[in-house]
């Protein structure tokens, strides 16, 4: 990969189409919105198109990415163009700070955590993934490029929970079987959704992955899918209302 000042991925070269294919589960949502507390002000860092963001409340989006801000539904209002790692605003200026499924991507995730800490008077809320736990999806047997990729973009939990500070619970989150935001595991029940391509460019870490090991990957998938070896092997989670992977919610309290 490039080496980019906003990240590890190019968004303006690989985000389109991000609005509709990684939209806001409602059911996700109600946790991470639950986890806001009472905040009224509320600064969402590396906010992509604007997935989880409450509407009743007062949001202020950072997104260093032009496709992705280009792509925000005109309600939620534009972004600041701005990286996490400087955030434009004084001390405790927001009564909460939320970062979802972002910090992975972030030039120094460290630096950007403290930012967040620093303009949040209140909670920090980060939706993120548990390298430990990505092998628990299916997906893993098939191409295990992904999840060592993912493993190395990833922060570990506890790292993030310490760089916050103060007091911090971690939260792990069920995935709905028809869960509408389409980050990997959303598919653990629907494994034909990654025969297409738009799905796969939708999800970031499969730019990390050569072509050669996603073509064999996705042909075997269509193969096992077509004669009836997945079924065998992971039908009943077709049957399985939720799925409880990696997805993790960390909210941090000052100390």
Do not use: K
Request: aromatic content about 8%; overall charge negative.
């Amino acid at each position: 990969m490039n080496a980019r000042t906003a990240g590890d991925f190019d968004y303006d070269a690989g985000g389109g189409g991000y609005a509709a294919a990684r939209r806001t589960d409602p059911r996700i949502a109600a946790l991470v919105h639950a986890a806001l507390g009472e905040a009224r002000t509320v600064l969402n860092v590396g906010a992509g198109a604007g997935s989880y963001e409450p509407q009743d409340r007062d949001v202020t989006a950072v997104e260093p990415s032009a496709s992705m801000r280009s792509q925000r539904p005109a309600h939620l209002g534009p972004a600041i163009d701005a990286t996490a790692e400087h955030l434009p605003f004084a001390d405790a200026s927001y009564d909460a700070a939320m970062a979802m499924v972002t910090v992975h991507q972030w030039a120094d995730t460290d630096q950007g955590l403290r930012e967040m800490r620093r303009v949040s008077r209140g909670p920090v809320v980060v939706l993120t993934f548990d390298g430990d736990a990505l092998d628990l999806l299916w997906l893993a047997g098939y191409v295990p490029e992904l999840i060592a990729a993912e493993r190395r973009r990833y922060p570990a939990i506890q790292h993030i929970r310490d760089v916050l500070g103060g007091t911090s619970t971690v939260t792990p989150v069920a995935v709905p079987a028809d869960c509408v935001d389409g980050f990997t595991e959303a598919f653990f029940a629907r494994p034909e959704r990654f025969l297409d391509p738009a799905v796969r460019q939708s999800q970031s870490a499969w730019g990390f992955v050569e072509e050669a090991a996603i073509e064999r990957a996705v042909a075997q998938l269509r193969a096992d899918l077509d004669s009836g070896a997945w079924d065998r092997r992971y039908g009943a989670l077709r049957r399985q209302p939720e799925f409880t992977g990696s997805l993790r919610l960390i909210t941090a309290r000052p100390g």
